[in-house]
């Protein structure tokens, strides 16, 4: 009877061993075949958005990441970027089918220093910024060098990404949250322009005094990193229609554009192309104090008002004072020494962003130069956009108006400061009408027949951005002519988003697949009180030592009681 009953439990484990193997290949195989995750966070942490599931679903070529946020004492903060850059590159992989792959490498296993050195060097060529951070070591704390960054390949292309924002307006916080708010944006943005077949193509205008190569070096080299292609055209030698133009832009010209030529970028947006203009509606010049202790500021006549008044918005010929504002040295004399002192000067303000628009969401503070006002009109089909405006201490000054250097050394009158939030820059969105429409004569139909197209009265949906200061692109040059990093003030040291703004605005202008609504994300980082763990340290001591054992002993006096009662029968 004790053998059957043995030969009877032993058929019945094996019979159960069998159907689990069974039904656990059975899963595997039918999951093969489908695929799903389910993120129970609040705020969707591990799901992408639909622009980038579409984009990595589609995917056609192999992927290859390599993340340089590795190794083994880097600090707290920048452990958590990793590992949150870790799960995010997984959920691209598995979104791709395998397309997407990714290798972490930590620099310092390079062990000799001068090929570490020049591995580093190639890195900062490519255009990762390194970053110094201080690490815990067996000496107390020492500097080290990160490159918190990443670099994509595909097809022979290399694409460099700046994975930590680096925001002295957010502090070391911010800035953590604020990278792993972006990082979906910037590595799908990144992968969509690398396996693109035709980079998009940025021309700048030439011909009409506009900034030369020296000074807009930084951000041109800024565009070449996220692999545009850049080139310039001139509207009397070279066509700007049907040739593959993705963005125009218009940087500070000096000289008015003539009718023709104005016609020609009508036609052009019309046809769908994307514009940015920079545009100094007043001649005024720091450097003009170098001949005169006082200039004048008059209005600049460049002969496209009609035309962005059709668009819906208007630049005024006046000046945006602001009482957040940027210094200028001048020389005062102390004890018979003359020597530079920082003054702050209203008439360069300082953009600090309270908007939620992608382009400008969790931005640094932006430095404008003698920069005018906009004046949004009602317009219907287009949307207005604001990006960029003034602190809530500001005013406007009509120009002509006597500028003196010495001004800057008064204390402003913060009672004239009555004005707040006047918009700087501004995005239109919509179906914009020609200026043209009831204008078009015998000449400009010419003009189009040599461009090999046909009048457009109205454009389809598109995009342009208009900013009432051209310098906003320009990099200062150092005492040698050096041309700076764009954006940074060679007298207040002071780095801001400048670059970070124009790219923004570009990427928009060319992002066709709304891949920029994943800038919009927001991770929060659950971060634990300090103070009350320090002051429940001991309670939750023992509860994590003392818990376990309570549940073990109550387990086991449950366990012995069923068993004594089992076998008592």
């Known amino acids: 009877m004790t053998v059957t009953m043995t030969n009877y439990y032993f058929i019945r484990s094996l019979k159960i061993l069998a159907i689990s193997l069974l039904t656990v290949i059975a899963i595997n195989i039918i999951s093969s075949f489908f695929y799903k995750r389910f993120d129970f966070t609040e705020e969707k942490r591990y799901t992408l958005t639909n622009s980038t599931d579409k984009l990595l679903k589609n995917l056609h070529d192999n992927i290859s990441v390599e993340v340089y946020l590795e190794g083994n004492d880097l600090p707290a903060g920048i452990k958590i970027l990793r ?97 792993i708010n972006f990082l979906e944006y910037k590595l799908a943005n990144s992968i969509q ?72 970028i009508d036609q052009y947006v019309m046809s769908g192309g994307k514009t940015l203009w920079l545009l100094d509606n007043i001649i005024c010049d720091l450097d003009s104090f170098k001949l005169a202790p006082s200039i004048f500021a008059v209005p600049r006549d460049l002969n496209v008002d009609d035309l962005l008044f059709r668009y819906g918005v208007r630049i005024q010929h006046d000046l945006v004072l602001d009482l957040y504002c940027n210094q200028i040295p001048i020389i005062e004399t102390v004890g018979g020494n003359p020597q530079p002192k920082l003054f702050p000067w209203v008439f360069y303000p300082i953009s600090i962003n309270e908007k939620n628009h992608p382009i400008v969401k969790n931005l640094d503070p932006v430095a404008f130069k003698f920069c005018s006002s906009l004046d949004t009109l009602n317009n219907p089909g287009v949307k207005k956009t ?19 250097l010495e001004g800057a050394k008064q204390k402003p009158d913060p009672y004239l400061f009555n004005q707040k939030n006047i918009p700087l820059a501004v995005l239109l969105e919509g179906n914009f009408t020609s200026l043209y429409k009831n ?101 939750w001591q023992v509860i994590n030592l003392g818990l376990p054992l309570v549940l073990i002993f109550i387990f086991g006096v449950i366990y012995n009681r069923r068993r004594k009662a089992k076998y008592a029968k």
């Open 83 to 179: 590992n949150e850059t870790r799960e995010l590159l997984q959920e691209f992989r598995a979104h791709s089918r395998g397309r997407v792959t990714f290798h972490f490498f930590d620099i310092n296993s390079i062990k000799d220093q001068k090929k570490r050195e020049e591995f580093e060097t190639e890195l900062v060529k490519k255009g990762l910024r390194p970053t110094n951070l201080e690490v815990k070591s067996q000496n107390g704390y020492a500097e080290k060098l990160v490159f918190p960054g990443a670099i994509i390949k595909a097809n022979g292309k290399e694409l460099s990404i700046q994975i930590l924002e680096n925001q002295f307006s957010v502090g070391a916080q911010g800035s953590l949250n604020n990278s």
């Open 193 to 264: 322009k690398i396996t693109r077949t035709h980079p998009a193509k940025i021309a700048f205008l030439q011909g009409h005094g506009e900034l030369g190569l020296e000074q807009l070096q930084g951000f041109l080299e800024a565009l070449s990193y996220q692999n545009f292609v850049l080139d310039k055209i001139e509207l009397n030698q070279e066509k700007l229609l049907n040739n593959n133009i993705d963005v125009l832009i218009i940087a500070k010209p000096k000289v008015a554009l003539n009718d023709y030529e104005k016609f020609l």
């Open 386 to 404: 604001i990006l960029l405006s003034s602190s809530t201490y500001s005013r406007l000054q009509q120009t002509p108006y006597q500028i003196y």
């Open 439 to 539: 204008q078009f004569t015998s000449d400009l139909h010419k003009l189009l027949s040599m461009q090999n197209a046909q009048f457009q009265p109205k454009s389809n949906f598109n995009k342009m951005i208009v900013i009432g200061d051209g310098d906003l692109a320009s990099n200062d040059v150092d005492a040698n002519g050096v041309p700076m990093a764009l954006g940074y003030d060679k007298y207040s040291r002071q780095m801001f988003a400048n670059k970070d703004f124009l790219l923004n605005c570009v990427e928009y202008l060319v992002d066709d697949n709304n891949l920029i609504e994943a800038r919009n994300r927001e991770v929060k980082m659950r971060l634990l009180d300090k103070a009350k763990l320090l002051d429940q340290k001991g309670i």
